[in-house]
């Protein structure tokens, strides 16, 4: 009023006027602050606060460490999704943008080995064939296998003939495998930490006892004895 400033007023009253006097106001564009908070294992680009003025716009790119992905954006605390990046329109209040990451899932079903306590494997293991045969004489009648993953987080089942699936650890023989004569299905089952999952299957041949007969004489013997 009449040069002198007195503040960011709503309002000014003029009491017992005995002069003429010139009043002025002068405006300017609201400011608000857009804050930014990455969780581990991620950023937020721009990682600190923004300032920005009333109707402006401001985008934020969201950027996972290696082996990660993002697990949600949140926006005043209501998720946005798994977003790459999120943009602020019109602006005309502060907000909060917070973002978080989580590891990624391994994908993998592989075995890196697999023995077996009897018998050889045909072909000789590689982790990418999946079916392999084996041949063991009749007195054998129960083998171990020892498989090994892949991928430390893997999960191994054995079954053999179709009989039920049981867990085994990565590295560990399997409890005795009873053979039939004739051949044996043994599968082994990988489920990687995504779901995916594997079957190995080894066909164990057991051969057969073979019988010797004679003149009023039966006689048995086992092959391979």
Do not use: M
């Not at 003029?14 to 006097?21: C, D, K, L």
């Not at 502060?94 to 009897?118: E, G, T, V, Y």
């Not at 000789?124 to 296998?145: D, G, K, N, P």
């Amino acid at each position: 009023v009449v040069g002198a400033s007195q503040g960011a007023l709503a309002s000014y009253t003029f009491n017992t006027i005995t002069a003429s006097h010139t009043i002025s106001a002068a405006f300017a564009l609201n400011t608000y602050v857009i804050t930014p908070t990455a969780g581990a294992h991620g950023s937020l680009t721009p990682a600190l606060p923004q300032t920005v003025t009333y109707g402006s716009a401001l985008t934020f790119t969201v950027t996972p460490d290696a082996g990660y992905h993002v697990a949600d954006v949140a926006v005043d605390g209501a998720s946005q999704g798994a977003l790459a990046s999120y943009t602020f329109w019109d602006i005309r209040a502060s907000h909060i943008i917070s973002a978080a990451f989580a590891q990624n899932l391994s994908s993998d079903a592989s075995l890196s080995s697999l023995l077996l306590s009897r018998g050889t494997l045909a072909p000789a293991f590689i982790s990418t064939t999946l079916e392999y045969r084996a041949a063991v004489a009749y007195r054998v009648y129960r083998i171990t296998v020892t498989p090994s993953a892949g991928e430390a987080h893997a999960a191994i089942q054995v079954q053999v003939n179709g009989a039920g699936w049981a867990a085994v650890a990565s590295g560990s023989p399997t409890n005795p495998l009873v053979l039939q004569e004739g051949e044996n299905l043994i599968e082994l089952r990988v489920t990687a930490q995504d779901g995916t999952h594997r079957v190995y299957t080894v066909t164990v041949n057991r051969a057969p006892g073979a019988s010797l007969y004679l003149p009023g004489i039966y006689l048995e013997r086992l092959a391979g004895r």
